[in-house]
């Protein structure tokens, strides 16, 4: 591709941008965190830092687990300003693989099956809760991802996660 294309498609880009929203953020942690087992009051706790200040008006958030029961452990997602999302109560199978909570999805987490790839509304257990709860809060500051698991013997970890942060959906 020639500059001067290259050029062209930035400026459209840029004129889209001002139109529609700008482009998709994307923030992502590789960190390894094991999940303790069996303990109500410790559990695993990921972060990721956001460094700028915007608005959000979509979040989708992406999840990679490795445990050998998915039927173990509790979720929730929480904001910079505190607020809690709840994402999963107790699933089935082994392993979450690029498994993103989306409110543009169109079935709960409990209706999949392992590893739950795709796109998924939060767990039906929590009544009215979904991504859309974090909709009009500043991104900035820090997120963490918690993992709670409640059961004996089996154990895992979050191996990575990630926040999209979306113009449109
Ligand atoms: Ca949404
Ligand atoms: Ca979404
Ligand atoms: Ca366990």
Not at 26 to 44: K, M, R
Request: with cysteine; net charge negative.
């Amino acid at each position: 591709m020639s500059t001067r294309r290259l050029a062209l498609g930035f400026a459209a880009m840029l004129a889209a941008c001002l139109l529609t929203g700008c482009p998709k953020t994307t923030y992502w942690s590789h960190d390894t965190v094991p999940i303790p087992d069996n303990n109500i009051d410790d559990w695993a706790v990921s972060t990721i830092e956001v460094n700028r200040s915007f608005t959000i008006t979509d979040l989708n958030v992406t999840v990679n687990v490795t445990h050998p029961d998915n039927a173990d452990f509790d979720a929730w997602l929480v904001s910079p300003e505190g607020e809690i999302v709840p994402l999963i109560f107790a699933l089935s199978g082994a392993d979450l693989v690029d498994t993103t909570f989306n409110d543009e999805a169109s079935a709960t987490i409990d209706t999949g099956t392992a590893p739950y790839t795709g796109h998924w509304l939060v767990d039906s257990f929590y009544v009215n809760a979904g991504m859309f709860m974090v909709d009009g809060e500043d991104a900035q500051g820090i997120w963490t991802l918690n993992f709670r698991d409640q059961q004996a013997d089996n154990v895992g970890e979050i191996t990575s996660w990630g926040l999209r942060f979306n113009s449109q959906n």
